[in-house]
């Protein structure tokens, strides 16, 4: 820890104190702040912006390039106010946060827990998942699955000031760990809708666009009969967050490719209900089957979507 206090770390360290100073704010106007952060670092990321055309013209192929591009720019702002939501996952207290937020279906994590299997909670990387945690963590001893930061000193704040929300985090390089948690009769919280895998990955169908999907879910599932549980946080429209949890699935797991598929159709479902807040600034589709090259590649052609097939 003493190492990080190098001044070569100042400017992480200033940037961090000044969002815990912008955390003070009251809710509609850190909001306000939230979107013109994200609408300038739209214009400036030119990479990222890149990639967030690429995804929205791959999953939106019936939209008009003035829809997509609308769209490309809500996403900019809500993403964001997604940023200030970290914020308020980290720092707000309890009674402060209470009035913005709704919690619905509780009753299912609570009967899934009492099998006494642990659960797996099921959700997509939408912009306001920070606050998924916190909003949890009074139902149920949750702990979230995640990938490290590259930066050691971005990793020591972002993990600390997660591990104040929940009972611990687990890195996803660790499913033995994992795996003692769920028999410990645990909440796993698990988001694999993001193409980082290089194993334990098969190709579904996302918005009918190939994406290499990680099975774990699927695998967890089998391997410590946990019920998997949906859930997902949303902003709403008038301010404010509603979880929702939504009944264990059944007859899961069965394979891990139709598995996968099943989930990745979940998600598709609940992005379809607000696809401003759905994290398009990942790279879902660089990995594609048969070598094809990625769609976010200078010169790259419309990847082939895939036939479609019965459900």
Same mark, same amino acid.
């Given at each position: 820890?003493?190492?990080?206090?190098?001044?070569?770390?100042?400017?992480?360290?200033?940037?961090?104190?000044?969002?815990?100073?912008?955390?003070?704010?009251?809710?509609?106007?850190?909001?306000?702040?939230?979107? %013109?952060?994200?609408?300038?670092?739209?214009?400036?990321?030119?990479?990222?912006?890149?990639?967030?055309?690429?995804?929205?013209?791959?999953?939106?192929?019936?939209?008009?390039?003035?829809?997509?591009?609308?769209?490309?720019?809500?996403?900019?702002?809500?993403? %964001?106010? %997604?940023?200030?939501?970290?914020?308020?996952?980290?720092?707000?207290?309890?009674?402060?946060?209470?009035?913005?937020?709704?919690?619905?279906?509780?009753?299912?994590?609570?009967?899934?827990?009492?099998?006494?299997?642990?659960?797996?909670?099921?959700?997509?990387?939408?912009?306001?998942?920070?606050?998924?945690?916190?909003?949890?963590?009074?139902?149920?001893?949750?702990?979230?699955?995640?990938?490290?930061?590259?930066?050691?000193?971005?990793?020591?704040?972002?993990?600390?000031?997660?591990?104040?929300?929940?009972?611990?985090?687990?890195?996803?390089?660790?499913?033995?760990?994992?795996?003692?948690?769920?028999?410990?009769?645990?909440?796993?919280?698990?988001?694999?809708?993001?193409?980082?895998?290089?194993?334990?990955?098969?190709?579904?169908?996302?918005?009918?666009?190939?994406?290499?999907?990680?099975?774990?879910? &699927?695998?967890?599932?089998?391997? &410590?009969?946990?019920?998997?549980?949906?859930?997902?946080?949303?902003?709403?429209?008038?301010?404010?967050?509603?979880?929702?949890?939504?009944?264990?699935?059944?007859?899961?797991?069965?394979?891990?490719?139709?598995?996968?598929?099943?989930?990745?159709?979940?998600?598709?479902?609940?992005?379809?209900?607000?696809?401003?807040?759905?994290?398009?600034?990942?790279?879902?589709?660089?990995?594609?089957?048969?070598?094809?090259?990625?769609?976010?590649?200078?010169?790259?052609?419309?990847?082939?979507?895939?036939?479609?097939?019965?459900?």
């Amino acid at each position: 820890m003493s190492s990080f206090w190098h001044p070569r770390y100042a400017g992480i360290w200033l940037v961090f104190a000044l969002l815990r100073l912008i955390a003070w704010l009251p809710y509609r106007p850190l909001m306000m702040v939230g979107r %013109g952060i994200g609408r300038v670092l739209f214009l400036l990321g030119k990479r990222r912006r890149q990639v967030v055309q690429t995804n929205l013209r791959l999953c939106f192929p019936q939209h008009t390039e003035a829809q997509r591009a609308q769209l490309a720019h809500q996403y900019a702002a809500s993403a %964001g106010m %997604g940023l200030m939501e970290c914020l308020i996952a980290w720092w707000w207290s309890e009674p402060r946060l209470r009035p913005w937020c709704d919690v619905v279906g509780t009753e299912h994590l609570q009967a899934a827990l009492k099998q006494g299997r642990g659960v797996i909670l099921f959700t997509p990387h939408m912009v306001s998942i920070e606050l998924c945690g916190r909003l949890l963590l009074p139902h149920a001893p949750v702990m979230p699955v995640y990938r490290r930061h590259e930066h050691p000193l971005i990793e020591h704040l972002i993990k600390t000031q997660r591990e104040a929300c929940v009972i611990a985090t687990l890195p996803r390089d660790q499913p033995r760990q994992v795996l003692r948690m769920l028999a410990d009769n645990k909440a796993v919280w698990l988001s694999p809708d993001q193409d980082y895998a290089r194993k334990y990955h098969v190709f579904t169908s996302f918005f009918g666009m190939p994406a290499a999907t990680n099975t774990a879910v &699927s695998r967890f599932a089998r391997l &410590s009969g946990a019920p998997v549980l949906p859930c997902i946080t949303l902003r709403q429209p008038a301010g404010g967050y509603r979880l929702m949890i939504e009944p264990a699935l059944t007859d899961f797991p069965q394979h891990p490719a139709q598995d996968s598929q099943r989930l990745q159709d979940l998600i598709a479902r609940w992005v379809t209900l607000a696809p401003e807040q759905y994290h398009w600034m990942h790279r879902r589709f660089k990995t594609q089957p048969n070598q094809v090259p990625s769609p976010y590649t200078r010169g790259c052609s419309q990847i082939e979507p895939l036939p479609e097939t019965d459900q």
